[in-house]
């Protein structure tokens, strides 16, 4: 497999666990998801852990499945990346896929406000969001919940990255991680 180092500009130094590049499908979650639970049983995390890196894990499939840009939408051949990795004491799930530059700023800056948020912040606009019926945070629904989910989860900020390819679309990459005790 070729892969760019730019994909791997998050998991630098991390142990690799399992690794997928290509389109994520529903079959393909499905598949993923035992052997995901499986890597984790293997370190011997607590089953709350265990719960919170699988739920995760799920989350970043799913945003890959419905974030994707068709590889036939651009010249650059970058397949959805989905890296689960051991990093010291945590476990780091990563992923990467192209996005419309046009999609960045609009990405960085509800990246940016959910890192600004404190543990309390973050569980308010969780419930507000949940409570809300029409919200305007995301454009392809969901009202970037998923994010504010993993952090919540993971208690950690969310590491990412951007990283242009030409004047149409760029190599997104994110990180979530997950302390281990």
């Not at 419905?66 to 939408?73: E, V």
């Not at 650059?76 to 780091?92: C, D, E, Q, Y």
């Not at 969001?129 to 919540?152: H, N, P, R, W, Y």
């Amino acid at each position: 497999m070729s892969v760019s180092p730019k994909k791997y500009a998050l998991i630098d130094g991390d142990s690799v666990l399992l690794e997928y590049e290509g389109q994520v499908s529903k079959e393909i979650l499905l598949d993923t998801l035992p052997k995901i639970e499986d890597q984790v049983d293997a370190l011997g995390v607590s089953k709350q852990t265990k719960r919170k890196i699988v739920n995760i894990a799920i989350e970043t499939l799913q945003n890959l499945q419905l974030h994707s840009m068709p590889l036939s939408d651009s010249a650059h051949n970058h397949h959805p990346l989905f890296v689960l990795s051991k990093t010291g004491n945590s476990i780091a799930i990563t992923i990467g896929n192209l996005i419309l530059n046009s999609e960045c700023k609009l990405l960085k800056d509800k990246l940016d406000k959910i890192n600004s948020l404190n543990e309390e912040e973050v569980k308010f606009l969780y419930g507000v969001i949940m409570k809300q019926t029409v919200v305007k945070f995301s454009t392809k629904g969901g009202a970037g919940l998923g994010l504010i989910d993993m952090k919540k989860k993971s208690g950690n900020n969310l590491k990412f990255d951007f990283q242009p390819l030409d004047d149409k679309v760029t190599y997104f990459s994110l990180k979530v991680t997950v302390p281990m005790n």
